[in-house]
Structures are given as C-alpha cells and as structure tokens.
C-alpha cells in the first residue's frame, strides 16, 4: 500500500483509553467554571449553561475535529498508524487568571456580573487574535529555542501542577482510587494485556466506579439534574459592547501576556509532539488554536482554549485521532445540555484520575529522554521555577482554608522563619518563560556558546524590565503582575550582569582561539 493510499481507521480500540483520561481532563475544567462563575462571580446560571458553556462547546468540537483530521492527514502523508492527535481543551491558567484578574476585580467593582462576563468576552477574544498573530512567527521562535527549553518547562507543569496534584487527591481516597490507579500502571507500565483485552483506562474507570458506589462515596441525588438543551447563540453583540468600551484597557496588562503564555505553551506541546514521534507544522497548529478561542467568545465562552500538555502520554496510551474526535463530541453534548454534574453524579472523579498521573510522569520522562543526555542537568533547571509556581499555590490554598491570606500574613513572618517567599513568588511569576530561558542558558552553558548565553540573559533582562517575569504586586485579593517599564530593576540589573558575564568569556573563547 502506498502512503497516498493509506487510509488510517477513524478509532481504534486504544482511543478509549485517550478519551477516558482527556474527558476527565476536560471536565475538571467545566466544573470549574460552573463552581467559579457561581459562587465567585455570581453570573446567573442562564449565562453559564446558557451562553458560557454552549460558547465552550463550540470551541472544544471545532478544535477536537481538527487536530483529529490534522493527525489523520499526517498518518496519510507518512504511511503510518501511530499518530496522535494534538490534545486539546479549555485552558486552565487563563481559566483561572480571567476570573481572579479580571472578572472578580469588575464584579468587586461595579456589582455587576453580567459586565464582567462581556468583558470576558474580549480578553478570550483578543486572546484568540494574539494567537493567530503569533503563528506567523512562532515556527522561527522553535528554531532558535533549544528542545531542552522547551520541554523542560512542561515537565515542570507536569511533576507539580498534573502528577502532584492528582497524587494527593489518589491518596486522598485510597479505597477508591489506588486500585484504578494500579490498573492504569499494570497496562502501560508492564504492557500487560487485560482480560478480553480490554483498555486499561475503561477498566480503571468501571472498577473506580464500582467501588465508589459500593463503599458508599457517591450519591445518587447528585445524579438527578434540570437538564435542558441550550443550543450556542452569537454574542458579537455583547462582545462589540465591551470592546468598544476603554474599561477593557484596565485589563490589558493581563490580556497581552496571557496571550504570549498561550502561544508559549502551545509550541511548547508541539515540540513534545515531535520529539514523541509526530510532527505537526506549527503555524496551522496555532492558527487552530486561535481561531478556537476567537469561536469561544463569539459564541458566548470567555475561556480561551489550548493544545494541552500530555501529547507523549496519550501516544503511550496508544490513542490516535478518535480520542480526540470523541472527546469533543462528549463534551459539547454535557455543555449544550447541562449535564456536566451528573457525569459526576455517577463517575467519582478518583476513578479516572490514575490515568491523568500517568501523563504527568510520562511528560516528566520525555524530558529527560527526547534531549541529549548532556542537556539533562539544563532540564533539571528548568523544572524548578515551575516548583516555586506550585509551592506559591500551596501556600496561598493554606492561608485561604485558615481565613486570612499572604497580604494578612505578611511576608515578613514567612521570611523570619526562613521561607524567602520573595524570592519564590519573583520565580512565579511568568515562570514559563523564566523556565525556558534558565534552561536555554544551561544548555548554551553546557555547549560552550556563551554569546548565546549572552543573548537568552539579555532576554531575561528585557522581559523583566516590562514585567513580564518576575514583577508582582501584593494585594488583598492575591498575587498580581505588575507590568510597566522599570517594572523589575534588581532582576533587570542582575540578567545584564550576566549577560556581561557570558559575554566577556565568549570574548576571551574567541581571542583563545584566535591565537
């Protein structure tokens, strides 16, 4: 059979396995923004299930069916049966930095959700519009960016962020959750086949369930639901109205570099593609990806959406393109009906979850696997910013839970005994990026190209000058960005001095070598 003729299946018994862990993946993020627009936002439900939730649908099926027919069309031009598509869904630090930081702040405002949701509406929108703008450029940004750089900080986000986080919550409920778990580990782990060769993660997820019913964790009351079909309406109307309104402006300063984030992480997961075996051209990719966001808020989401981390662990799953084509066709139908507590009501969230800690310690490997074994101490470096990230978190869900906060606190306290929470929250800041750079000195370091060093420090110098990394502001409400010139001079200083540093010993290189 040629490759022109090779016509791969539409699902193969292995996307199920895909499915179970990326549906999972994806409803945390729906519950979220229902929890969220609730309680904190105060939205009325008939603009979450009515308007935020159908918008939601929209761009997960159009971005589902795309990278679906994207792995499709490689697995036809290369011959090959093992493609995977692109994960994708709603993006989480967006989630969380539009309704803490902008959302939450006009609601405290003006008392008005509904202005708050149409403001939504425009940082998803222009979101959207910076990632299409980004993919023009983004292909020549891989280039010149060490694979170490780039994958080091998605293992960050992966040991911390996915495997930590759903540890605890496996360890949390070990009756119910450590047997999926050990199933999930039992069949890609060791490979062993399951009975009637069934797919490990529908069986982690059948004997999750089973258990969970049985020990009495679920209940059955949470199963009952007022479910009506809300089919997507246009919001151009709503959108137009905020963004023609100078109140957005207020925003912008986490509009604009949410937006680079997204672009950031989306190469990020592509180059993880690649080096899993599957290459994607970038701008298409991306151009998706925008395009998914800029769908969500015309139709009513204000939650952009993302190629997800995870692309390595979904391959060793053995998922191709179904999972994501059947993953999208889910998850839109519990958004345009309402259905998304129910699913819950009948499937507790710990039976599924060993599949998603799987991913995260696959991520973490590929790091170190796909990179040459000299760059492994420049990964190394680059996990740790995305620790301080995660640790900062920590933190301030403990101070919450306790009644009182950072700002409460004082930084003071923390420093007196011994905790530089200074320094730990400068490293939060932006740390993907801080994450990329320190890795890509390392890996220049290790090469002995200080120029290059050179040129990532003035980067670094650069980025915080405008406070991209490493600026922040203590507030009351939390940690916030502080973006504007001069916005990090200590760090601003500090990345030219080292950039002086590397610069004067690839000076005394060359002389060497002129000699």
């Known amino acids: 059979m040629t490759q022109a003729s090779f016509n791969p299946p539409w699902f193969v018994r292995k996307d199920l396995d895909g499915f179970f862990g990326l549906m999972i993946d994806n409803l945390i993020q729906l ?20 308007k935020i939730l159908p918008g939601a649908a929209m761009s997960i099926l159009v971005g589902n069916f795309f990278y679906a027919w994207q792995a499709r069309r490689l697995a ?35 008392q008005d959700p509904v202005w708050a949701w149409k403001v939504g509406l425009v940082a998803c929108f222009l979101n959207g519009v910076i990632e299409i703008a980004c993919a023009f450029i983004a292909e020549a940004v891989r280039r010149v960016t060490p694979r170490a750089a780039l994958l080091s900080a998605l293992a960050g986000i992966a040991i911390t962020f996915i495997s930590m986080d759903f540890t605890f919550k496996i360890f949390a409920q070990p009756l119910v ?17 399951l009975p009637l060769g069934l797919p490990g993660g529908m069986v982690a997820i059948a004997i999750g369930t089973a258990l969970g019913w049985q020990l009495g964790t679920m209940d059955g009351k949470a199963i009952v639901t007022h479910a ?9 109307g709503s959108l137009w109205e905020a963004l023609t309104h100078p109140a957005f402006l207020n925003y912008f300063s986490v509009i604009l570099p949410m937006g680079i984030f997204n672009v950031v992480g989306s190469l990020q ?32 989401s204000v939650f952009p959406t993302t190629i997800y981390i995870g692309h390595p662990g979904w391959k060793r799953l053995g998922a191709r393109s179904g999972y994501s084509a059947l993953n999208g066709v889910f998850i839109s139908v519990l958004c345009l009906t309402g259905t998304i507590q129910s699913v ?6 710990e039976a599924g979850i060993g599949i ?30 995305a620790l301080a990230g995660w640790a900062l978190l920590m933190i301030e869900t403990a101070l919450r839970a306790a009644g009182t906060s950072l700002f409460q606190v004082g930084m003071a306290r923390f420093t007196r005994e011994g905790l530089a929470v200074h320094g730990m929250i400068s490293l939060e800041r932006g740390f993907i990026f801080t994450s990329m750079i ?34 922040y502001d203590l507030t009351p409400g939390g940690v916030g960005s502080r973006f504007g010139f001069m916005a990090a001079p200590d760090f601003l200083l500090g990345y030219l001095l080292l950039a002086a540093l590397f610069a004067g010993f690839a000076l005394a290189r060359g002389n060497r070598r002129g000699d």
């Open 76 to 110: 036809r031009e290369t011959g090959r049966e093992d493609v995977t598509a692109l994960p994708y869904g709603i993006n989480t630090v967006s989630l969380f930095a539009y309704v803490f930081f902008i959302m939450l702040p006009i609601v405290q405002e003006t």
């Open 438 to 471: 320190l890795s890509a000195i390392g890996v220049a370091l290790i090469e002995r190209k200080f120029a290059r060093a050179a040129a990532w420090a003035l980067a670094a110098a650069l980025l915080s000058a405008f406070g991209v990394i490493h600026a």
């Open 269 to 300: 997961n592509i180059e993880s593609a690649e080096a899993a075996g599957d290459t994607f051209p970038t701008f298409p990719s991306l151009m998706a990806n925008g395009i998914g966001s800029v769908v969500a808020a015309l139709f009513g």
């Open 177 to 193: 959750a450590l047997v999926p778990m050990a199933v999930i580990f039992v069949a890609y782990f060791s490979h062993q086949r």
């Open 228 to 236: 009506s079909l809300s089919l997507p309406a246009f919001t151009g």
């Open 356 to 385: 998603l800690l799987y991913i995260g310690i696959i991520i973490v490997a590929q790091s170190f696997q796909e990179t040459p074994r000299e760059h492994a101490p420049a990964v190394a470096l680059g996990i740790v910013p």
């Open 31 to 50: 519950i979220l923004i229902v929890t969220l627009c609730r309680e904190l936002i105060r939205l009325p439900d008939n603009y979450i299930f009515g």
């Open 344 to 349: 819950l009501g009948i499937i507790p969230l």
